[in-house]
């Protein structure tokens, strides 16, 4: 028996305001269906932030929809969880129930178990850090259930894991539940499969299927994971998909011509017009000079942006050392400031997403819902 582990989809993400890029997160999503239809695989795992907002474009609906059809006439079943992009803050229900309701899908975000060809799929929605407490008796309950379950047991959540990513991480492995033999998770980016001694199984991140806005540009691998569970213990098989090449170049000012040739050398052997990134280093930069190399690249690419980075005292660049998450970093600088990590992570993954979008009646009814449990803990 095999299934598909697939997360982090972000349908209706227009990156860059490119309708070509909202079309790439189609594209990588379709085929991972696609090859999960083709490879006959039982049944689909969707671990959380299927759209990109909580209230997709009409095209993200009916490119989920479509996706879940071709699942269902082949036979196959789905399941999904809700990530952050998913659940809006101002009451309403997720869009994502409504393909539970038509039986195109099963929600099993819940946490109460399912039975599915004698595996048992238990899931949560994502969590946020000041609210993991509560959850830890129904941890308990779900896992007294997968100890009690002959067959495999797959939980599905979209979280991040500590010792995974420090800043991105909202639970330590220690509080999950410990009897699962597959932990089907979603949230961070890159694909990621790791074994603790003290779970029952692996557990995997598959990444998401498209390079999104909070990665930056760089060189990226994307898929999702085929399991195979016939045997004993469940074997993740990791499948990269065909998505849009990115790049990231560092160069000196004095070197920027040759490094824009040398750009353009490599991406003529691409299939797809590229994602371009250059970080321009040097004391006398002249912007007209970088503006006119920078030109050569717009025929060639899809999205070409340059940066300048200021050398400090120490003789290095400010940039040079650019996370691999800007996601992270912000948490980071937002947890020095503040003081507490929670509050940064509350701050970054919460607040500033829905203020960015002008969405601030859900920002001010979540800041109400925090200060709220703020003073339940009183």
Not at 357 to 369: L, Y
Request: hydrophobic share 35%; aromatic share 8%.
């Amino acid at each position: 028996m095999i299934f598909s582990h697939i997360s982090d989809t972000h349908l209706g993400l227009i990156q860059y305001g490119l309708e070509e890029r909202e079309n790439d997160m189609y594209s990588a999503f379709n085929e991972s269906v696609d090859i999960s239809i083709k490879d006959h695989v039982d049944f689909v795992i969707f671990a959380g932030d299927i759209f990109h907002v909580p209230n997709p474009s009409g095209m993200a609906i009916i490119q989920m929809a479509n996706a879940l059809k071709r699942l269902k006439q082949s036979q196959i079943e789905s399941f999904f969880v809700l990530g952050e992009h998913d659940i809006s803050r101002i009451r309403s229900t997720p869009i994502p129930y409504v393909y539970h309701n038509l039986e195109y899908a099963r929600y099993v975000g819940h946490g109460r178990p399912v039975i599915h060809k004698d595996v048992m799929i238990a899931g949560f929605d994502k969590i946020r850090k000041g609210e993991m407490p509560e959850y830890y008796d129904r941890f308990s309950q779900v896992d007294k259930a997968a100890k009690d379950h002959r067959g495999h047991k797959i939980l599905v959540m979209h979280q991040g894991i500590s010792e995974i990513n420090k800043f991105a991480g909202e639970i330590g492995s220690a509080d999950l539940p410990k009897n699962f033999t597959y932990y089907a998770m979603g949230h961070l980016h890159d694909h990621t499969l790791k074994q603790f001694s003290h779970l029952s199984g692996p557990v995997a991140y598959p990444g998401s299927t498209e390079m999104t806005t909070s990665e930056g540009i760089k060189e990226s691998q994307k898929g999702f994971y085929e399991v195979d569970i016939s045997g004993n213990e469940a074997v993740p098989n990791w499948i990269r998909l065909d998505t849009r090449p990115q790049m990231s170049q560092k160069t000196e000012f004095d070197h920027l011509e040759r490094t824009v040739s040398e750009v353009l050398e490599k991406i003529s052997k691409l299939s797809k017009k590229p994602i371009v990134e250059i970080k321009i280093s040097g004391d006398s930069i002249e912007s007209d000079i970088v503006q006119n190399q920078m030109a050569r690249l717009a025929p060639h690419t899809l999205h070409y942006v340059w940066r300048l980075t200021q050398n400090n005292d120490g003789n290095s660049s400010v940039l040079l050392d650019r996370p691999a998450s800007i996601d992270d970093e912000l948490i980071r600088l937002a947890a020095n400031c503040l003081g507490k990590s929670d509050l940064a992570s509350f701050a970054i993954k919460d607040l500033l997403p829905l203020l960015s979008a002008n969405r601030t009646d859900e920002a001010g009814q979540m800041i109400m819902e925090r200060f709220e449990q703020f003073k339940g803990t009183k």
